[in-house]
Structures are given as C-alpha cells and as structure tokens.
C-alpha cells in the first residue's frame, strides 16, 4: 500500500551537503505494522516525512495505494495527507485546548458539522480509554495520557495509515507497553496500517510484523521480525538485538572461549562455537541432549535466552560443542532438519 522506490533526500547543511536518505526502496503492506529501527541520526525521521511529503524527496518516489504522491496538486496533496495519522514523542499537543478539544481539531479543520465531531471524538476518548479526562488539559494529564491524545487526534480522519515517529520514547518502560499495546489493538480491530519508527529494539519486539534497519541513509536489512531476530546479517542489527537478546557472549567467557577455538584452528583442540535460534514449538523440544546423544558430542551451554516475538517463543543458544568436526557438521544438518538456525562461528564477538 506504501511505495518507497529509489528515494533519496540531500540537505544543506551548514558544513556542506548532508545525504540524510540514500536510496531507499521499500514496500509496506496494507494492515501490517512496518517498524523502521536505527541509531540517532539514522535518517528514520527523514523517511517517515517523505511518506506524507512533509519532506520532499530529492530522487525518488512515493507511491500510496498506487497514487503517486508527489504528482499531486497542493489541494489533493492536503486531502491525501488527512488520510494519513501522525504521532511523535513530544506529542505536540495543543495547552490551551482540552483533551477533548485537541481531538477535535483535525475534525474542525476538515470543517465537519459539531454534531458528528462530538459523537466521533467521545467514541475516540472510549477508544484511547481517556473518556475521565475529556475535560482536562495537556498540563494535566500523564505522559501515556497525552500520548493516548495524540493518538486519539491522529485518528480522527479515519486515516489509511499512522505514521510513528519514536513515539514511545519519552516514556518509562510500563506506559511504552501500555501504548504498543493499545496500537496492537488498533492495528487489529481497525486494520489500520501502522508505521513505526524507534532507537529500541525492544519496540520492534513487541508489535512488529516487518522490520527494516537503518544506518547512515540506507536501508542495511529488512525482513519479518523473527527472521530477523532469528538470523541478523548486518553487524549494526546484531549490536541492536543484542539490546534485547544477550547474543554475544558475557565478558568472563569470551577469553576463555577465544583460547578454545584458537586451539581447534591450530590443530590440537576439538571445540566449535555454535549460534543457535529456534522459534514456537522447536523451543519448547529437548533437542539438544538428543543431539549430544546422538553425535556423541559434549555440549557446554554458554548464554541462553527464552523470549517472545510476535507471541511466539523464541530462544538463543550458544553452545561450545566439543567433538570431531565430522560429528559436529552432522549435528547441526540434524539441526536444521529440526527448524534450528544453526550459525557456526570461528571467533568469539566482543559484547560492544
Ligand atoms: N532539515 C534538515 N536540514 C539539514 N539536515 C537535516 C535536516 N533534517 C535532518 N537532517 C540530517 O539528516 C540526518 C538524518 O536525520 P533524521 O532523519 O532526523 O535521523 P533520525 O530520525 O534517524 O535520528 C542527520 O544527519 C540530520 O542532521
Ligand atoms: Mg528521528
């Protein structure tokens, strides 16, 4: 439904030209939730305003249901841009209206009669769970409150798609849950597509369908959030994963590891330090002491996690394994008949 093609985006900065997207190509998919991830800087913010033109792109197009964005006059570019929601992290709410009033406005704005403005915005307050505080004002109100507002407003329009910039991140951990959970919710049961931009991993975690990595302007890695997580390409999503999934090695082990495998390189050592990632019920299976029996090998258990993506358990594994090389390739082709990534890996990764 969303159509990044070729899009580049070049700014004068006050050093010289800064090339804030290079060349991204993406497409989102109509009622999934897209989650872009990546490093201050990153040029998250950048590509999100290009969906809805508040950026121009300097090459490239955008393309929304098919439509060509920026082939449209400035009225039809203002009328496409109501169908399209937006929230940020300061919220950018209006102090001197009421929670009330803020949600109102866009429906003001779009010169809707009062009437359905009032029953729209109370359905919207039910919705967003603020109904008790419709009277308040911004100054009055939680940090997950105001979010809920900017929510609540960014709906008015029965927009096509919400566009998330960071809009978790001046909130504690409990109220992030509270509003993922509540844009979980409005994905499901509106169907709305929904793109969401974070720093956190942990955000992409918990409500994405499809992730794409940012770094320096350019897309590095996209793909579904458990394939992802399941088998990291780029060195930058590994870093970012490991924010949330221990997946390098605790400090006190890498050296001792690194002696091991130094050892198995030169000849006199029969250690293999395996990656492992498996998904649902594999995780739940006692795979790996029916490997070790199987192949004979010694297998000793490193760092391990259980976690949840897309409520699915997920687990990481690393393991020295301790055998002939024969046995230890056999092992992870049994492996990976079994639904495990299976990643063999000839050093030991430092933790930053
Ligand atoms: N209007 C602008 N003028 C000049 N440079 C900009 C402008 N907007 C963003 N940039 C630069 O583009 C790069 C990407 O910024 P941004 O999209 O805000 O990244 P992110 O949201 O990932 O932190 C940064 O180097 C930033 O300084
Ligand atoms: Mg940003």
Known sequence: MIEIKNV????????????????VSLSIKKGEIFGIIGRSGAGKST???????LNRP???????????MMSLSASALREERRHIGMIFQHFN???????????????????????????????????????????????????????RVGIARALANDPKVL????????LDPETTRSILELLKR??????????????????IKMICDRVAVMEAGEVIEHGNVLDVFRAPKHPVT???????????????????????????????????????????????????????RR??????????????????????????????????EQAKAYLRTRNVTVEELDHVATAD
């Open 238 to 292: 590994r870093s970012m994963i490991g924010d949330v999934i221990a997946m390098e090695l605790p400090k006190g082990v890498q050296e001792f590891v690194r002696t091991r495998l130094a050892q198995t390189r030169e000849g006199h050592g029969e250690d293999h330090l395996l990656r492992l990632a498996f998904v649902g019920h594999d995780a739940e299976e006692p795979v790996l002491s029916e490997v070790a």
């Open 93 to 147: 709410l209006l102090s001197s209206r009421t929670v009330f009033d803020n949600i109102a406005l866009p429906l003001e704005l779009a010169g809707v009669p009062r009437e359905t403005i009032r029953t729209k915005v109370n359905a919207l307050l039910e919705l967003v769970d603020l109904a008790a505080q419709a009277n308040r004002y911004p100054a009055q109100i939680s940090g997950g409150q105001k979010q």
């Open 8 to 23: 580049s985006q070049r700014f004068k900065g006050p050093s010289g030209p800064v090339d804030a997207i290079r060349n």
């Open 47 to 53: 590509l999100v305003r290009t969906i809805n033109l």
């Open 295 to 328: 192949f004979g090998l010694d297998f000793n258990i490193l760092h391990g996690q259980i976690d949840e993506i897309q409520e699915q358990a997920f687990g990481s594994l690393a393991l020295l394994v301790r055998g002939p090389a024969a046995q230890v």
């Open 163 to 170: 566009l998330s910039d960071e809009a978790t991140s001046a």
């Open 58 to 68: 300097t090459e490239g197009q955008i393309l929304l249901d098919g439509q060509n």
């Open 186 to 203: 409005i994905n499901k049961e509106l169907g709305l597509t929904i793109v969401l931009i974070t720093h956190q991993m942990e955000v």
